[in-house]
């Protein structure tokens, strides 16, 4: 009966929880790899993972608030390692947050093709409202390279996947 | 308001989150408050959105403030208004009177300005006056001025202005004066046209206009050229504008000469300031040797014999040439008729003095005593100006110079018995030269002799007579009365005077001397002698 109950409900099924360690270690991790690895390995400067770790945790955790607030701390924890004024990448990954949180409740996010999907959509939805509130906010100019970041959007789709198949191990069900 | 929170809970956290990473972003970007000044200072972003936020605000609330204080102070709170208004009605019309009186303060110190520089570069002793009245009436055209005797006023003094000559003083009352315009008709003035140098005589006439007269019809006289005063009649300054000729038309009266219409330089219908020339400025008079006859000059100028006489005393040889320098001081220098009568001289010519001799002078001689007459220089047979021209003409007016006498202020006067008792005199001069003659059987050079004998004026008068030295004094007596018609002969002075020692007498031609040709006499020694 509870098995009927939890499969007609799919966020009682599909919600999971994630430790603390994880839910704070993932993202410092993801913001480390982003800040100090670039530096050595410069083909990680194609990857964004404090953004691919924030989808992961929003729509594993099928709820916006939490989704939204685990954007905005990721976003802003990457905004402190910038020169741009903080708040950039916070706004922005407070959007995707809220929005990943929002989509994993009505669709099934733990397909791989979903994943490169949602993840590619995202990704550009992330790209443009950063560019937009840089231009309109903070007023800078900043170059809009449509092809380098579709590019990018592709790369982080398939890193998605395999970053996410790896994350699932992390979940803890409700 | 529960269901609320609880429906949209999501979008309202998200809100929210977002507005405090907005405003914290905005904490730290700095932009210029004005975009289109991108090198202004900048502002946070915070700032500039909070400012922009309130003040619509404020602005609506200031306006509304102002719109219900207008009302009440516009429409409502006017209780006081009228009597403002009035008061300021009040002092709109001071101010008014104020600023036309400083206006016509302004003005007057201009004029002033003007007067003021003119009289600091006029020569002469020239007094400020106010013009405090008029005649009132167009049949006299007089002003009144505010300085009379007290302030050394007299009759017959210019008043002029900046811009041209007024009139002269009619009459002085110890505080005020009168001043005869010039365009009244009982006023004249001796003018020159400035650039034909024709003298004429400007009168006035009973309409107010400015004539001049006495230029003859064959003078070419030109539109709007300027006319000044002569100096000839003692009253006003020489060189002062009068106006400038309007008009020319023949003169209806004689048919000879011209009557030319001038537009006189001041506006005499609104004086205001006016100058009164106390005392004129004339050529400086001369200081060198006295004056010396013109029959003097013109016997240097002919040649002659320098034959010397032993005998003859030595005179100053520097006289004749002295009076050949001096030729033009004389001329326009001041002369007084004493003084001409107090000096051994005898008159010259007529057509000499015309040369040498001022109008004036001549007017002065003519009627001692007599205030300076105007046109004695056009109306004299012989005038400097007439007699270049056409002689004859003016003798066509023998008594032209008595009515023009009366346009300066002296009555008509006719011939005095004085001047016919000159006359009477000059007869009897004329037979005690002939008998003087009569005695002297030779003709030869004599210390003694006549001052005429060696005058070439005296020639000139005898040229018609082949025997020129036995006529000698026939010619000065001639001399003596064929002047000037109004001349005061002088025969106790003329005749008395012995010939000059330094001249060499032209007597009797020697072996290798030839008669000398005499000069012609001028037309005026013959033509104007006046009937004995």
Redesign the interface.
């Known amino acids: 009966m509870n098995a009927m109950v939890s499969l007609t409900s799919r966020e009682e099924v599909d919600v999971h929880h994630f430790s603390w360690p994880v839910s704070f270690g993932i993202p410092a991790l993801a913001i480390f790899i982003q800040v100090y690895l670039t530096t050595k390995i410069h083909f990680l400067q194609i990857f964004d993972m404090p953004l691919l770790v924030t989808i992961f945790f929003a729509v594993a955790r099928r709820r916006?608030?939490p989704g939204?607030?685990t954007g905005?701390l990721i976003g802003?924890g990457q905004d402190v390692f910038t020169h741009l004024?903080?708040?950039?990448y916070?706004?922005s990954n407070?959007?995707i947050g809220?929005l990943a949180s929002?989509l994993g409740v009505k669709l099934d996010v733990d397909n791989p093709g979903s994943r490169f999907l949602m993840t590619f959509a995202f990704f550009l939805l992330h790209h443009l409202s950063f560019m937009g509130?840089a231009l309109l906010?903070?007023?800078t100019n900043q170059p809009w390279e449509w092809l380098h970041t579709l590019v990018r959007a592709l790369a982080n789709g398939f890193l998605s996947v395999v970053l996410f198949a790896g994350l699932d191990r992390f979940k803890q069900r409700m | 308001m529960d269901n609320f929170f609880s429906r949209y809970?999501?979008p309202l956290?998200?809100v929210a989150?977002?507005s405090v990473?907005?405003i914290?972003?905005?904490t730290?970007?700095k932009?210029a408050a004005n975009p289109k000044e991108p090198n202004a200072a900048e502002t946070p972003?915070i700032r500039v959105w909070v400012v922009n936020a309130i003040t619509p605000v404020e602005r609506v609330l200031v306006s509304t403030g102002h719109f219900f204080r207008n009302t009440w102070h516009n429409y409502i709170d006017l209780h006081d208004v009228r009597k403002q208004n009035q008061a300021l009605q009040d002092e709109i019309t001071r101010l008014k009177i104020e600023q036309t009186r400083l206006k016509e303060d302004a003005e007057q110190a201009h004029r002033l300005q003007g007067l003021l520089q003119f009289k600091q570069h006029y020569v002469g002793d020239v007094l400020p006056a106010q013009v405090i009245g008029s005649s009132g009436s167009q049949h006299s055209r007089l002003i009144y001025i505010d300085k009379g005797e007290q302030s050394g006023l007299r009759p017959d003094m210019a008043v002029i202005t900046p811009d041209g000559i007024v009139g002269k003083v009619k009459d002085v009352t110890r505080y005020s004066a009168t001043v005869l315009l010039i365009n009244d008709r009982e006023s004249g003035a001796g003018v020159v046209l400035e650039k034909s140098r024709r003298q004429g005589v400007l009168r006035g006439a009973a309409n107010g206009e400015l004539n001049l007269r006495d230029i003859m019809s064959d003078e070419k006289i030109d539109l709007g050229e300027q006319v000044i005063t002569s100096g000839g009649d003692r009253i006003y300054p020489k060189g002062v504008p009068v106006g400038t000729v309007s008009g020319i038309n023949p003169d209806r009266e004689d048919g000879y000469s011209l009557a030319i219409k001038i537009k006189p330089a001041v506006d005499l219908d609104r004086l205001e300031e006016v100058l009164v020339v106390k005392t004129a400025e004339q050529a400086p008079p001369s200081t060198g040797p006295a004056p010396q006859r013109a029959a003097d000059i013109l016997a240097e100028r002919l040649p002659s014999i320098p034959k010397v006489d032993p005998n003859a005393p030595k005179a100053p040889t520097g006289n004749a040439a002295a009076a050949g320098q001096n030729a033009g001081p004389i001329a326009a220098g001041p002369k007084k008729p004493e003084a001409a009568a107090g000096e051994p001289k005898k008159p010259a010519a007529p057509g000499a003095a015309d040369q040498n001799k001022p109008v004036a002078d001549q007017k002065k001689s003519a009627l001692p005593g007599a205030p300076p007459a105007t046109h004695a220089a056009s109306a004299t047979p012989g005038g400097a100006a007439s007699g270049q021209t056409n002689p004859t003409a003016n003798l066509k007016k023998p008594a032209a110079s008595a009515s023009d006498t009366s346009l300066a202020g002296v009555s008509a006067k006719k011939p005095s018995a004085e001047q016919k008792q000159g006359t009477g005199v000059a007869a009897e001069q004329k037979k005690a030269s002939a008998e003087q003659q009569k005695k002297a059987p030779t003709p030869g050079p004599s210390p003694n002799k006549s001052a005429g004998a060696d005058n070439p004026a005296t020639s000139n008068a005898s040229a018609a007579n082949p025997k020129p030295v036995p006529k000698a004094p026939k010619a000065t007596v001639v001399q003596t009365t064929t002047g000037n018609p109004e001349q005061k002969p002088k025969p106790a002075v003329q005749t008395t005077r012995p010939a000059q020692p330094n001249r060499p007498p032209v007597t009797t031609p020697g072996p290798s001397q030839t008669p000398q040709p005499q000069a012609p006499p001028p037309a005026e020694s013959s033509t104007e002698r006046p009937p004995q």
């Open positions: 916006p608030i939204m607030i905005a802003t004024p903080i708040g950039l916070g706004i407070t959007l809220y929002s509130i906010l903070v007023g | 809970k999501n956290v998200l989150v977002l990473q907005v914290a972003l905005a730290q970007v932009r972003l």
